[in-house]
């Protein structure tokens, strides 16, 4: 057989499996067993420290997958002076209770352009019910 007619045959075997999964894939994801609730954000809040020289404006999101809650959060990092400090936000996800927060997941972000804000940061989902978001003005 040709070369180019193995090629072509490949890849048009290749094709088809791959459309199948495709297919098969998203009735997975469509499946009532692994349906997710609606999501529900709050609207966005925002917070600075000294003096306003540096702020984040964030939202937070939940949802229940399987029957487990899941949080998110979603936010913009500013630096608004010049001075020697950058903006540095700490982020933690996990369930709240009268006596804190028992963490799920934990990252920092960190901004330093007076210039503009900082792109969307997402968090993605974690598990918990509650976003914990904290914000310093760091010397760099």
Known sequence: MNVR??????????????????????????????????????????????????GVRYMECDRKVGGRQQTSAALYIWDNKTDG??????????YAHWNGLDQTWFRYYSWTSTRHHSPKYETG????????????????
């Open 125 to 140: 989902w974690h598990s918990g019910n509650d976003v914990e978001v904290l914000l310093k003005a760091v010397r760099g």
């Open 5 to 54: 007619i193995r090629i072509a045959l490949s890849c048009a075997t290749l094709a088809a499996v791959t459309g199948i999964a495709a297919t098969s894939a998203v009735a997975t994801a469509a499946s009532p067993n692994s349906a997710a609730s609606a999501v529900t954000c709050s609207k966005w809040k925002s917070i600075s420290a000294d003096h306003n020289s540096v």
């Open 85 to 94: 400090k950058y903006a540095r936000v700490n982020v933690a996800t996990g």
